[in-house]
């Protein structure tokens, strides 16, 4: 088992998180601070170039190069531990520290982009950033205190049927530093299981891409969507009322598109989409709005919290026995 910090962490800023769901970057913070992670976030840090690399509009180097820069601003603040709510900034940044670790070459590039761009001088050094002891995804974070976790759940999620979807940059990039599997991937099961929530485990197509594939999704949007949809189907099969999910991308796809596919298709899946950070969040009683933002989801989820018996005025679980009339 590698080693997972609680402290020293840069909280990294996520593009579509920022844009798409903000709430998980709350959400995120809020549980960071019930669980006594010591985390910073830096205004200063720039986009990991993720969307731009993998359409082909960034190329290696010029992603390695921000990579660094954003590395160096962790290692100046005193918090070089890395934390990401995006799998891809999570595969982009270890590919990127790798190659600055092991390629002199690219790295004296890199340190002359760095010397010639109009910044403040910076220079990145093999201190500044190891890819596999320094860089994580917080759902890693949250699994190394998931006991703090288990301790401080308000709401019974129990009564939801949940299934995971793991992305495939980080389950599918970087094996060697993925926890809780790979081929059956778990560390979300696990995360779900710590607020008391047991989720269906392996189920067919599980481990299948959302169907984004980045410009997939709009230069073969039937092909990308199609992969889509057969997920939602399989979920379907399995009765699933909540999928969990651990990249803002894959989030996307299946939140955003759900309603069109249903049209489509002529069908209805009634499948509800959050982020791990928000499901914890919830289950920590956390405001729905406020802090999960769920009013900047396409499929409401208002309908789920009502199942709850959760009440959107006081933001609390309706306790249900309380409400009953006295005999």
């Not at 004296?108 to 010397?115: P, S």
């Not at 976790?149 to 308000?154: E, N």
């Amino acid at each position: 088992m590698k080693f997972i910090p609680d402290k020293d962490i840069l909280l990294f800023k996520s593009c579509l998180v920022n844009v798409e769901y903000p709430g998980v970057e709350s959400s995120t913070s809020y549980i960071f601070d019930r669980i006594d992670v010591e985390y910073y976030v830096d205004e200063r840090q720039s986009c990991c170039t993720g969307l731009g690399h993998y359409y082909d509009l960034f190329d290696q180097i010029s992603t390695t190069a921000l990579a660094a820069r954003n590395f160096h601003l962790a290692a100046e603040t005193g918090h070089k531990n890395i934390a990401v709510m995006c799998a891809t900034c999570y595969a982009i940044l270890k590919k990127s520290a790798k190659i600055l670790n092991q390629n002199e070459e690219a790295r004296n590039k890199v340190n002359q982009i760095l010397d010639d761009s109009n910044l403040e001088k910076r220079e990145y050094t093999l201190d500044d950033m190891d890819p596999t002891l320094n860089i994580f995804h917080v759902a890693e974070i949250f699994y190394n205190k998931r006991d703090e976790i288990s301790s401080l759940v308000k709401v019974d999620l129990s009564s939801l049927r949940v299934a995971t979807h793991h992305a495939c940059h980080y389950c599918k990039v970087h094996y060697n530093d993925t926890i809780e599997g790979v081929r059956d991937p778990n560390l979300i099961d696990k995360l779900a299981e710590a607020v008391g929530v047991e989720t269906i485990g392996w189920y067919d197509h599980k481990t299948v891409t959302c169907g984004a594939g980045f410009r997939q999704r709009f230069t073969n949007k039937e092909a990308s969507l199609a992969v889509t949809a057969e997920k939602l189907q399989a979920l379907k099969d399995n009765k699933v009322d909540l999928l969990l999910h651990m990249c803002p991308n894959c989030q996307m796809q299946f939140d955003r598109y759900q309603p069109y596919i249903e049209e489509k298709l002529d069908t209805e899946f009634n499948i509800f989409h959050l982020n791990i950070s928000q499901f914890i969040a919830l289950a920590l009683g956390a405001d729905p709005y406020k802090i999960l933002g769920i009013q900047t989801h396409t499929v409401p989820i208002e309908p789920l919290l009502k199942r709850l018996n959760y009440s959107l005025e006081t933001n609390e679980k309706i306790d249900v026995e309380a409400k009953k009339s006295p005999n």
